[in-house]
């Protein structure tokens, strides 16, 4: 109760509440009864209720106040809180294993999986603090910015898409990105590329693969640094005639990657939730992810995979971890070519399996493969809070390890509308 006792001293309950206090958070009913009124009190009389109003109201309760800064304490209680979701949970999972061995049913150890991710997950992204900021104080400052800022230039982190980085100004931290295209249409590739080139820029980067294994991301990684032919890669390099070329040129991409700092971290599961991903960010503390098959993953709320639910509870996780722990991230998913455009363009419409990829991400953009004969890809900016929609054109050629941006950024297509591109009905607002 010191907490509650130091907000009655102060009257200062706003910062409790912007600190992410809230009912959850007290282990006892006392607790959460006292604080419910306490908040109550002040929603509606717009003042924090004295000591001797809450000693009318809860004549058992006792305020121990210590003069402990108000900080310290949600801090404090916060661990407690952390410390009792794991021991519940837990204790909990033990039960779920003691169900397995008696009714001999393996299956429950999955669920027990499930569940311990999702503890971990809602310790691990456990945060709410916010930032405030008096505009009128830094506008003098921020116009003088705008006088000498570049005509769009890129502030973020690159992509390695020039035209993309040109228009959307590249990945901000709490930004979400999301790359929709169909099957086999350079998705997985285009992502790959981008963790690569967050790492060049000395960033921590943690490359969560749902469609490919560990050993084929690093073997395209390998291709795509040192620009050679995957297939040499994939075969091995013993019996192959070009293996001192290779080698060398291998060896020289692997010396420059190490004086990049930051790292890159490869990450295969075979059970994806999105708190297993939260727990892995508290592990490895990185400033950008990237998420290959967002479409592959599990909902920690137990929706079916793959349905409308699952995929909004995922699209909306992801933008929340990225904003709590300040997060570029970039991930990929699949469209429906049966709402892609006739002329066979992605659009909003293509995300056709839910509408929150288009109302969480930042940027949303859209691959495919007119002719799958070709190396050539059209990418696009579907829609996007900080620019124009606007079309390019890549080659992905895994054959000399390369992929190139052909669109020169004259020649970048521009729509008419802040943030829409054609053929969409749901712009990002």
Known sequence: MMLLARILDTGDIAAAIDGGLNDSWFASERGKAS????RSQWSQHREVPTEEAFARRF??????????????????LRGKRGYLLLKDGLTEAVNFLGKAAATDRPELVSEVTSFLSGVI???????????????????????????????LS??????????IDRVSGGMQPEQLFI???????GKSTIALWAAMQAHAQGERVLFVGHEMS???QQQRRFSLGAGVDLNIVKEGLRDSPHAAFVQRKLRAFIDEAKTYGGELYFVHDNNPFLSGIAAKVEQYAPTVVVIDGLYLMHDDNGEP???????????????RLARSRSLSIFATTQVLESKMTKRGGVTLLSFGYTSAFGQDADTVLGIWRP????????????????????????????????????????DVAYSPTPGVFEGTEDPIR
């Not at 004549?59 to 404090?76: C, F, I, Q, T």
């Not at 945060?127 to 400052?141: I, R």
């Not at 995979?305 to 933008?319: E, F, H, M, W």
């Open 35 to 38: 604080w419910s009124w306490v």
């Open 59 to 76: 004549p058992d309760g006792r305020l121990e106040a210590n003069g402990e800064p108000l900080s310290a304490l949600l801090a404090e």
């Open 121 to 151: 997950g809602e310790v691990a992204t456990d945060t709410a603090d916010s930032t405030v900021e008096a505009v009128t104080e830094t506008d003098d400052d921020y116009l003088e910015y705008l006088m000498t800022k570049e005509p």
């Open 154 to 163: 890129v502030t973020g982190i690159h992509t390695g898409i020039d035209f």
């Open 179 to 185: 790359l929709g295209g169909p099957p086999k249409s």
């Open 214 to 216: 560990n050993e084929e």
């Open 305 to 319: 995979d793959g349905s409308s639910q699952a995929l909004t509870n995922i699209s909306r996780g992801v933008k």
């Open 371 to 410: 002719d799958h004969r070709e190396a050539t890809s059209r990418m696009r900016v579907v829609a996007s809070r900080n620019s124009l929609g606007a079309e390019g054109e890549i080659e992905v050629d895994l054959t000399v390890g390369k992929i190139t941006d052909t669109t020169g950024f004259n």
